[in-house]
């Protein structure tokens, strides 16, 4: 028996064709943690890391990757992204980020929420990499964790 996929023909990568897919609002969530030392937990909350406001660049930075994800990953579309939202709350040891994007098209946005939650944690990890590294700079403790998709919703134009 043959298996058909969807990305690839007789050997090749290929984009979906998603044309004859309906407009629809759509709009997913995804989240993920980075554990990180009680030290630079506080240092993030008092807004004393050296490097500047880790929070509000780790944002900036989810929102740009939300927008370049399909320079990222090979057989994302482009697609027009409407809104992109994200939140992020600081525990004992660690930091959670979600990320909310939104669009109006003819394909899911679960991949720029994932990418975007993904950078955002990669860029508090860069951040703070200095107050994370042991004395032989290595992150014995630092590590992100649990990203996924929250949900992904589906609906009209007015809807999501």
Request: hydrophobic share 40%; net charge neutral; with cysteine.
């Amino acid at each position: 028996m043959t298996k058909n996929f969807t990305h690839i023909e007789n050997d090749r990568a290929v984009m979906v064709d998603i044309s004859n897919k309906d407009t629809v609002a759509r709009k997913a969530m995804a989240s993920g943690e980075i554990v990180l030392g009680r030290d630079t937990i506080g240092n993030i909350r008092n807004g004393t890391v050296e490097k500047g406001n880790v929070l509000s660049t780790a944002r900036i930075a989810a929102i740009l990757a939300v927008k370049k994800t399909p320079e990222l990953i090979p057989m994302c579309h482009q697609i027009p992204i409407t809104s992109v939202d994200v939140d992020f709350s600081i525990e004992d040891d660690h930091v959670s980020a979600v990320v909310e994007v939104r669009s109006v098209g003819r394909t899911g946005v679960e991949m720029e929420a994932l990418t975007g939650v993904s950078t955002a944690l990669l860029t508090i990890w860069d951040m703070v990499k200095s107050a994370e590294k042991d004395d032989t700079g290595n992150y014995p403790l630092t590590c992100i964790r649990n990203i996924r998709v929250l949900s992904k919703v589906k609906g009209t134009k007015t809807n999501v």
